[in-house]
């Protein structure tokens, strides 16, 4: 994330050409989008100026739309060269797979032609709000929608590309939200108190690759300093939280194991759905049972 | 429970008079259904025997069916005198409430007038499928019926009632299953092992009253001898299981616990709705924490 | 609680007489104990002002330390009077429970003679860190400790009870913790998120009485709006929360129950044994199986 | 496991000879203990006749015991021709690894080899009792030992592993437990009742690789038809079950989830450490909870 070059006070004030020099780069190549809303200002939220905008291009002729959408480069390439690994971790939030595999890239290849064959415009999806296997299932899944169904579905997605973008590039008051938390914290149950200095790593899990994004410490309330992942979407996909819980009990003199210890890295896998949201993932645990969920 | 009297098989061999005479019993004032089922005989099952006796009921004129429902006694004086308060606590599984109160009395007395106004015959249900709550509850649902569905429901509770019946009276296979089982276990997560010398307390929790059942210890595996009920119909109604697990743990040298200890008796409150299902309602505990679950 | 009538920089700059007023009142007639404190003025803290008050008793000569114990009243008549009933629930915190009863009284005054008869002195206890039956249980193992050992515990409790009137009295950093906090949560794990609309009631659980403290519904993050107890010692004693979970689970398409309910109220039982400390105690449920836990 | 060829009956009332050939081989080269014990007849139990072999190796003269000792092959070898991958899954219990690595090979070569020059005489476990990587820690620990500690540790494992051999040959009252039992269960805490067809794997996790012992399908129960492992020692290690309840969920109604589903495939990873134990690892889950603990 960089830092807002704008505030949308500033925004409201300027004039339309400026106005439009500023906001165009959030709609890919549309300058006339940015110029429709120029009007309607002042804006009194973020949230209220992206509609505006969105609400531009929904209206506009098919055909412009379709247009539209064709400025869009295709996701094979993307994909490849930029959003998915060419970025740096700090950028990307850290996804930590690797470029894509020759057989990725056909497999993208491949899908790609398909789609742009169905439909004649390039598959667009929101690349910040998934992973790779998120991306690939979704371009299986959409390939078999009508051509009408499918044009919607475009625009749902440059919908969250630029609310995106605009969160990016504009401060003020109303910022619809774009980003999600992952959380934890840890709870040791045989002295009912959180258990600190647990090592905890987080994979994201994919079909063909396992990658690390992070390995921290639970502090003294059991919970880690930084949220395990905060500040930007969540990428659709499958994680796994592991728990070092065996070599934290075996620290305890209380705490009645066995050798080897019946439990040591607890392994929690889970799905996120809803880039937005906020997924806590705790762990009660004992030598001998553990309980996780979905909290918030 | 009494210990059946006849065989199948003997029934099945005896004369017909002698049949009826052995089974009529079961069905209140109705000789006429062991007469009109004797024909019928061999039967495989005491199951099949059960059904062919209520098939004769079921399909008699209504009249006749009225008449047959008219011959049961009136709820309130039954319970009052006899199969909820006057049986010995082994004779009826503990239900542990006591005789009842003057009000209670006077709520029968009055459901009883008004469901016989309504309906023209007395109320009948399972007594021995129920807790007294659970009755009253049935009581003031069934009064809001319509005439046909309500005369449905009281031949659905003489089938219970008389399945039961037949099932204390005769011996054979293919009995049908009147009993249900309320069993438990408790486990010590600190140690990963089931918990032994655990007292646990069963009262049955009524609107008014609060009944002990039964007191038990756990055994070397966690759990009691002998099921907490069994070998009869659960009665439908709410429970209250009180596992002594803070005097567990004090005996342990491992567990960590607090003065006074965080956990000491544990209640676990819960509704019987299946009186021949089982129910399985462990604990699962440290000094800290506990898990309890309707398992099977 | 009262708002704090002096900050700790007017102490510090005020003349020693009007210094000595101002704080004399947190030691019971014992103006000595302010006095010989003015001198070490200026304190960086509120807790380094009540360390010094407490030094200066503990380092007295035994004879001034005893009339200084024996300068408290006797607890049974506060106790009836006054600190465990006749303040209002406001000032108390919401004990709950009625006033003694003439057998609590009785019960009180025994103790008390015995007491004085053994120890010369009255009983001290700081009342406000404990429900009446946990004054009962220190009042009884007290009297067995021999006479060092308890005016130890006389000056400990003395200890307890000026810090809670200092920082009552006294605005300023470093303020001792003297108040604890009890809060909960309902998870709904059948869907995955906070369960909303959940009535609460807390109630304390004496062994002669149970009394209700707050009855609550947790908001929309499955929490209630302010903590259950907050802004004061948690009173070490037993205490039961309820959840109505039948009723929450009643509402909802998705949930398959029973009828009645296996779970509809279930009561959640525990002690409190850290005035000071933070409790949290909540509740993760389906309509089958729940799961509860001292977290933090 | 290979059916008894003779019973405790026979063997006590055979010739000495014929005793003698019958049971020498389960000490291997050393017919001097079936000599030994062979006036001793008759045993009461095989657990009686086990012992007494192993109380006349423990009191023969320390070199006997060396030389004994040293009649057994070397682990590295047997490691990799015979015990650990040579026989079949069936006679295995399934151990699932592949054979030895060159890298593993290597490895045993070289603790063979510090072993034999440490203590002069080959290392020695029973092997059917551990999985690799448990024999390899076992190796590098015991190579620490003293020699006597050590030369009793041989004599430990020649019992476990002569044990085995003996109730293997011989079927008679007073067996020794030589087996354990690993089992599992699935309840549906959404629904209160078990989780019929959920489809389960169990792995054998090693440091290098990861074994397929078993896939199978929780019944109508929630249990598998056999259990997981039995019949056999469970191998010390550790294990990883797969429980796919996020298929399972799809398939049901009520069942509330997401896309993807939170839970998918859980694991559940956990080590054992009683071969002739019962572990019992079930589980507790909605879409968005689970619990699991060693239960018996």
């Not at 491949?110 to 439909?119: C, E, V």
């Not at 590309?161 to 969160?167: D, H, K, P, Q, S």
């Not at 059991?222 to 009990?249: K, Q």
Request: proline fraction near 6%; charged fraction near 25%.
């Amino acid at each position: 994330m960089t830092k807002p070059s704008e505030t949308l006070d500033a925004l409201n004030a300027m004039p339309a050409n400026s106005f439009v020099a500023a906001v165009e780069k959030t709609f890919e190549r549309a300058p006339w989008v940015a110029e429709a809303v120029s009007g309607g200002r002042p804006y009194g939220t973020v949230a209220a100026l992206h509609e505006a905008m969105m609400r531009t291009v929904r209206q506009a002729p098919v055909d412009k739309i379709l247009a539209f959408i064709n400025e869009h480069p295709e996701l094979g390439s993307r994909v490849k060269r930029a959003e998915l690994t060419g970025h740096s971790q700090a950028e990307q939030g850290g996804l930590g797979l690797d470029r894509l595999s020759a057989d990725e890239f056909e497999r993208f290849s491949r899908l790609n032609a398909a789609y742009r064959q169905k439909f004649g415009f390039p598959f667009i999806i929101c690349v910040r709000r998934h992973t790779r296997d998120s991306i690939l299932r979704q371009f299986e899944r959409r390939l078999s929608n009508d051509a009408e169904t499918e044009r919607a579905a475009a625009l749902t997605e440059i919908g969250l590309i630029t609310r995106l973008r605009l969160v990016d590039a504009v401060d003020g008051p109303g910022k619809p939200a774009t980003t999600g938390r992952l959380s934890t914290h840890v709870l040791d149950t045989v002295s009912g108190r959180p258990a600190p200095g647990v090592k905890i790593a987080l994979h994201e899990i994919g079909a063909s690759a396992r990658g690390l994004l992070k390995e921290t410490i639970t502090n003294a309330d059991g919970r880690t300093d930084a949220p395990l992942i905060s500040g930007e979407p969540l990428r659709i996909g499958t994680y796994e939280l592991s728990f070092h819980i065996g070599a934290y009990f075996a620290g305890l003199k209380h705490a009645q194991s066995a050798d080897p210890p019946f439990l040591d890295v607890v392994p929690i896998r889970f799905s996120i759905a809803e880039p937005e949201g906020h997924y806590h993932v705790p762990l009660l645990a004992t030598p001998w049972n553990y309980t996780t969920y979905r909290g918030s």
